[in-house]
């Protein structure tokens, strides 16, 4: 019976093609690819082809060079203090890296002489505009803002089918008080743009400090917004306490009652009102690593503070607050005060059944038969 043996072929790649042009024409993002192709794939054990059929690398670092307006010059009325007037503006020679975040920095106009005149994509170059400069009386819109980045409508994470959009607005400035009635409300306008990002907006707060603390709303990418936090849950910025917490190491809790600073424990009046604030005392348990085994009783002034105990002597600290943020008493005050009473019940049963006199028990009679005694007189017959 024959048989075919299949003889072991190694893989057998092409050369590395020319490398591509720069993917871009200017800056650092750039990249250039080269690529290679399978003449013979292995068979059998031969060895096998490689993962790897293209490579790439960074492009000659090469600035780039744009046409980039200057700011609007102030207003000038000629010949007058308010009105219609006109304003000014340059282009400038700017290089940057390429990418979005750089914004550039200004060169020598030479640099740009082979770049095409345009500025923002737009290539009518507006140097010069009309203006104005408010009279007393007269309502004034500031210049349109920058456009918002590109969002999209979401609903708990969830995107709504309204598409994205960006937004720009304008204020209004009222030159008198009186006249404010005559001005239009803020203006604002949207556009429509791509690659929108869904954002989630939530509450934060900052410690209390005394009665207030500050609100403000945070959206996901860590930046402070005004606006589309839910006003809903809006947490409260002041807090008062009526009567007012006046007594020393007091302050107004969150449930709008007085409370004790953190290491000084609440002593109510009969009718639950803050009466004063004491000091807890802690106890300091010693551990295996204890040079000192005695058990020392002190007091400190907030006992959530690490202990600052000597070299050597480490220690756990223990500390009771029978009250809670309420002024009521807490649970476990209950149970130890139970614990206590059936405890002493118990040592007061003890006590009478060991001082209780037992009774005497009562004498037998003595039943045994007394020995019977014969007398014998000497006669005979017997």
């Not at 220690?315 to 130890?336: A, S």
């Not at 006590?351 to 005497?360: D, N």
Request: charged share 25%; net charge negative; glycine share 8%.
């Amino acid at each position: 019976m024959s048989c075919v043996v299949e003889c072991p072929v190694n893989c057998q790649l092409s050369d590395w093609a020319a490398w591509s042009e720069c993917s871009e024409s200017c800056g650092l993002l750039g990249k250039m690819w080269r690529k290679r192709t399978v003449i013979q794939p292995s068979q059998g054990d031969g060895r096998p082809c490689p993962s790897q059929m293209e490579q790439w690398k960074p492009c000659p670092v090469k600035p780039c060079y744009r046409w980039q307006y200057s700011r609007w010059s102030e207003c000038k009325v000629d010949d007058a203090q308010c009105g219609e007037g006109v304003r000014f503006r340059n282009i400038s020679c700017f290089v940057f890296d390429g990418s979005k975040e750089d914004h550039g920095s200004t060169v020598d106009e030479e640099r740009c002489e082979k770049v095409e005149p345009s500025v923002d994509g737009g290539r009518d170059i507006i140097l010069e505009e009309i203006c104005a400069v408010p009279c007393p009386g007269d309502c004034y819109l500031t210049d349109w803002t920058e456009w918002s980045p590109c969002q999209l409508s979401c609903v708990n994470g969830e995107v709504l089918d309204f598409g994205a959009v960006q937004v720009r607005s304008r204020a209004v400035i009222a030159q008198e008080q009186d006249n404010q009635q005559q001005c239009p409300e803020q203006m604002w306008e949207s556009r429509p743009c791509a690659d929108g990002e869904c954002y989630e907006y939530k509450w934060m707060t900052s410690p209390w400090r005394g009665s207030s603390r500050s609100i403000w709303c945070q959206r996901s990418d860590g930046l402070n917004v005004t606006g589309g936090c839910p006003l809903t849950s809006q947490p409260v910025s002041d807090r008062s306490c009526d009567p007012p917490c006046n007594k020393p190491q007091s302050y107004c809790t969150e449930l709008g009652v007085c409370g004790c600073e953190v290491g000084f424990t609440e002593v109510m009046t009969s009718d639950g009102m803050l009466d004063q604030c004491t000091l807890i005392p802690v106890l300091e348990m010693p551990t295996v690593g204890d040079k000192k085994a005695d058990v020392k009783t002190s007091r400190a002034i907030n006992p959530t503070q690490p202990s600052t105990n000597q070299p050597g002597h480490g220690g756990r600290t223990w500390f009771l607050q029978p009250f809670g943020q309420d002024g009521k008493l807490k649970t476990w005050v209950y149970g130890v005060a139970a614990g206590a009473f059936v405890l002493l019940i118990f040592i007061v049963s003890m006590i009478y059944l060991a001082c209780k006199k037992p009774k005497k028990p009562q004498r037998r009679q003595n039943n045994r038969l007394k020995p019977l005694t014969l007398a014998y007189d000497g006669d005979a017959d017997m």
